[in-house]
């Protein structure tokens, strides 16, 4: 039987509420999709404190604490250590955070338990204050996931699983600078976000996912490889693997050939505006990429031209992206012109992802 699937801001949603019931919840999926920073993402929007456990690395003595002979030499205690001492010492909320459940030992699985149904081990109590969130790969991904124990997955008062989601992952894309190249390719090739295929004992290659596409931003924006076209390929195909690598960097070029958004923003009546949907991807993520409070008024000039050319769908996709990027933008005369007219209409009837 499979599981409940959520997206990411679904899950966002759903931990803001386990969090602040103190509700511990287990969250499946397959590496690199986004499941440790949706976590970070939730305790910042809860105001909480994270503490981050690695089971995988642990040992069960890390859940119960040491054990320690009293002074009077006829009894002995368990001294708490490492994150456990820090979860007893909290203060205010706090989400302690176990990552990759899956991959710890029977015997360290079995340490969380009392922890995580009657927040307490041995004579410690847990503060009102912490929460429990934790995470794992699917035994079939080949992360080193043996199963979890059935008396440990009954603790979690609920267990999802997350998947992508091209509209969710471009939302956090323009949130945190993602080169905006990457968000035009994966809107006309949205099958390429997400491939994931276990490496064979023999393969290397690594494939398509959230993680590995900001790798690539990180290696476009942080790096001088374009400047060397023979490092271009090999670079990239070492972050998503080569068929994934081969299409972006042949997107790449038709990047080249589209209007600028310096130029758009020149002169945005007479701009040129293209036809093949791979430019118009790429004008939309540029213009919403660079859009901001002072040039919103040039960007609705051109994106007018784009609504009265038949375009309307990549009009609204830049006005929707812009929202996130700039929140500002909707308090310009520009935009509230805008949504008084035919882009009011057509933003909260469509459906553009």
């Given at each position: 039987m499979a599981l409940a699937?959520?997206?990411?801001?679904?899950?966002?949603?759903?931990?803001?509420?386990?969090?602040?019931?103190?509700?511990?919840?287990?969250?499946?999926?397959?590496?690199?999709?986004?499941?440790?920073?949706?976590?970070?993402?939730?305790?910042?929007?809860?105001?909480?404190d994270t503490i981050i456990s690695h089971p995988a690395l642990a040992d069960p003595t890390d859940a119960k604490g040491l054990p320690w002979p009293g002074k009077d030499g006829t009894?002995?205690?368990?001294?708490?250590?490492?994150?456990?001492a820090s979860a007893l010492a909290a203060k205010k909320p706090t989400v302690w955070f176990l990552d990759d459940l899956g991959q710890a030992t029977s015997a360290v699985q079995s340490g969380y338990m009392q922890l995580l149904l009657a927040r307490r081990v041995n004579s410690h109590v847990l503060p009102e204050c912490v929460s429990f969130v934790?995470?794992?790969?699917?035994?079939?991904?080949?992360?080193?996931?043996?199963?979890?124990?059935?008396?440990?997955k009954s603790r979690f008062k609920t267990i999802v699983e997350l998947v992508t989601s091209l509209q969710d992952f471009c939302g956090w894309a323009l949130a945190n600078n993602i080169d905006p190249r990457i968000i035009a390719f994966l809107r006309l090739r949205r099958e390429l976000l997400h491939q994931f295929e276990p490496s064979t004992k023999t393969d290397m290659e690594n494939c398509p996912c959230p993680r590995t596409w900001g790798a690539v931003s990180d290696l476009l924006t942080k790096t001088k490889l374009e400047q060397h076209a023979s490092l271009l390929y090999p670079a990239v195909a070492g972050a998503v693997g080569e068929g994934a690598a081969t299409e972006f960097v042949g997107?790449?070029?038709?990047?080249?050939?589209?209007?600028?958004?310096?130029?758009?923003?020149?002169?945005?009546?007479?701009?040129?505006?293209?036809?093949?949907?791979?430019?118009?991807?790429?004008?939309?993520?540029?213009?919403?990429?660079?859009?901001?409070?002072?040039?919103?008024?040039?960007?609705?000039?051109?994106?007018?031209?784009?609504?009265?050319?038949?375009?309307?769908?990549?009009?609204?996709?830049?006005?929707?992206?812009?929202?996130q990027k700039a929140p500002d933008i909707q308090d310009t005369p520009a935009f509230i012109a805008a949504m008084s007219g035919d882009f009011g209409t057509l933003i909260s009837g469509g459906n553009v992802q």
């Open positions: 699937s959520v997206r990411p801001g679904q899950l966002k949603l759903l931990l803001a509420e386990t969090i602040a019931a103190r509700l511990p919840t287990l969250i499946v999926g397959a590496p690199g999709i986004g499941k440790s920073d949706i976590v970070h993402q939730a305790a910042d929007a809860a105001g909480a009894h002995a205690t368990f001294l708490p250590f490492g994150e456990l934790a995470a794992t790969n699917r035994r079939g991904d080949k992360a080193g996931v043996t199963g979890i124990l059935e008396p440990v997107f790449l070029k038709t990047f080249k050939d589209v209007p600028s958004p310096d130029a758009i923003l020149l002169n945005p009546d007479t701009a040129k505006i293209p036809t093949e949907p791979s430019a118009l991807y790429a004008v939309s993520s540029a213009l919403a990429h660079r859009a901001n409070a002072g040039n919103f008024d040039r960007i609705m000039k051109y994106l007018t031209r784009l609504k009265d050319g038949g375009q309307a769908e990549f009009a609204v996709m830049t006005i929707r992206d812009a929202q």
